[in-house]
């Protein structure tokens, strides 16, 4: 007789986690990790311009630096803490099998939900291949129109980016026309927007939704403080909640309780395998 599945011992509180986020979580102003996540966005926002949004997309959107299957790929991320995480100091892998299992345990009918809880960040795999963390972490936003009030330390990490001075880019609209769509806009490079890449680049079958949900979670002043939507279309605001439901998992399913990757493993494998299967070129 087979026993119980294995991959179902661990279960984050979310109830818990939900509580203490109130309070607690995306907290950008004290904290032991502060000094470090202050210096990782304060070199974003000084660097990232239209003008590096487009050299980095001639870099990485030709996924031609490696090929790895995408499990080797996320436990890669055991040799990354992320620096722009004001909540966590250790490996994004184990982040990883939080977020997915806080997803199946919510949505145990939805595995391509859950299989993209478990990949969502593995575009940071960038800083192991010698990429500057704060040109793959941290919260996103458009480049070549005016940078918005939400966006993380505006106030005071901005001042040395050409852009913020130039006529051209430092309006409402800047270089796009209204209601253009997400897809016409050029965010500030990260590991959301070359994981999609890599994900259509190697023609995996993730829905929509999901591919949505990876490039634009870490888009927190549009999904988070309502910014930016004149720019959206109505593919834009119809896919907006389904980014807010990830991101109640990417953010509360943070804890200190660490599961057991070895015994979650095999289950996720198997929706590698259905959703983004083989070797893929990155």
């Known amino acids: 007789m087979q026993g119980p599945d294995p991959s179902l011992a661990y279960r984050p509180n979310l109830e818990q986690n939900e509580t203490k986020a109130k309070e607690d979580y995306r907290n950008y102003e004290s904290g032991s990790l502060i000094d470090r996540v202050f210096k990782t966005y304060k070199l974003m926002h000084t660097n990232q311009t239209l003008d590096f949004v487009n050299k980095k997309h001639s870099e990485w959107t030709s996924c031609n630096h490696t090929e790895m299957g995408m499990m080797d790929t996320v436990m890669s991320l055991d040799q990354l803490v992320d620096e722009s995480d004001p909540d966590v100091d250790f490996p994004n892998s184990f982040h990883a099998f939080q977020t997915a299992e806080g997803i199946r345990q919510a949505h145990p009918d939805k595995d391509w939900f859950q299989l993209v809880g478990l990949i969502h960040d593995v575009g940071k795999i960038m800083a192991l291949w010698d990429e500057a963390q704060w040109a ?21 990490t901005f001042l040395e980016n050409s852009d913020e001075k130039n006529p051209k880019y430092n309006t409402e609209y800047g270089i796009y026309e209204p209601n253009c769509g997400l897809d016409n806009v050029l965010m500030s490079w990260g590991h959301d927007e070359y994981l999609y890449r890599v994900l259509k ?80 070129k990155w």
């Open 201 to 280: 680049f190697n023609k995996c079958s993730i829905p929509e939704e999901g591919l949505y949900m990876i490039r634009y979670h870490s888009f927190y002043p549009w999904h988070s403080h309502g910014d930016y939507k004149h720019l959206c279309d109505d593919k834009d605001l119809r896919m907006m909640p389904w980014v807010q439901e990830f991101n109640k998992f990417d953010l509360y399913t943070k804890t200190t309780e660490l599961p057991d990757v070895d015994k979650l493993k095999p289950y996720y494998q198997t929706l590698i395998d259905k959703y983004c299967p083989g070797i893929l």
């Open 136 to 156: 793959v972490v941290g919260d996103t936003f458009p480049v070549g129109c005016k940078f918005q009030n939400s966006i993380v330390y505006r106030d005071s």
